[in-house]
């Protein structure tokens, strides 16, 4: 059976962020379930944005030629993308400023998607062996078992969206192995 190699399996996140913006911009202005939808796209590209950092980045840096400057291009992308969330952290779906945080998100997400699929992920592909790339999808798939989902409304008091502990923390915490349970 073919499993997804690592490629595949990140740009399956890529079209999940995509779909979460699409269903996002569906719902009405100020509709509560928007904040639902962003919260879930930040658990997804967190989680994404640390796979990354673990098992995309170490093997770009070493396989790929100019792999460092590559890295270094995307860890400041992927910065962007994280102090975004921050600040959306801090925004219900009526709250001005909402909307246009989820805008910039989504232009610094594509640019994201872009600059990997067009260049380092084939960079990449040219440079590992089918083995290596999918044992660094074993490992990302592996990685996308230990984030937490999004709780039903009904467990709003989940420590993990409240908003004072810092959600975008917490997952890196988590997801990294440094933190506690959430
Ligand atoms: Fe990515």
Redesign the pocket.
């Known amino acids: 059976m073919h499993s997804l190699d690592v490629v595949e399996e990140?740009a399956v996140?890529?079209r999940e962020a995509e779909a979460l913006f699409d269903q996002i911009r569906a719902l009405p202005p100020a509709d509560a379930r928007r904040k639902h939808r962003a919260d879930d796209l930040t658990i997804l590209l967190v989680r994404?944005i640390v796979a990354?950092e673990e098992y995309l980045h170490p093997a770009v840096r070493e396989q790929v030629a100019g792999g460092a400057a590559l890295v270094e291009e995307a860890a400041a992308e992927d910065g962007r993308i994280q102090a975004t969330l921050k600040e959306l952290e801090h925004h219900q779906a009526h709250d001005p400023g909402f909307d246009d945080l989820v805008d910039r998100l989504a232009a610094e997400v594509s640019a994201?998607?872009e600059s990997?699929e067009h260049r380092i992920f084939p960079a990449l592909r040219s440079s590992c062996t089918t083995d290596e790339l999918q044992t660094l999808g074993r490992k990302v798939r592996h990685a996308k078992t230990l984030a937490p989902t999004r709780p039903h409304p009904a467990e709003a008091s989940n420590k993990l969206l409240t908003p004072a502990v810092g959600l975008v923390d917490r997952l890196r915490d988590l997801l990294s192995g440094r933190g506690h349970a959430v």
């Open positions: 990140l996140d890529h994404h990354e994201h998607a990997q």
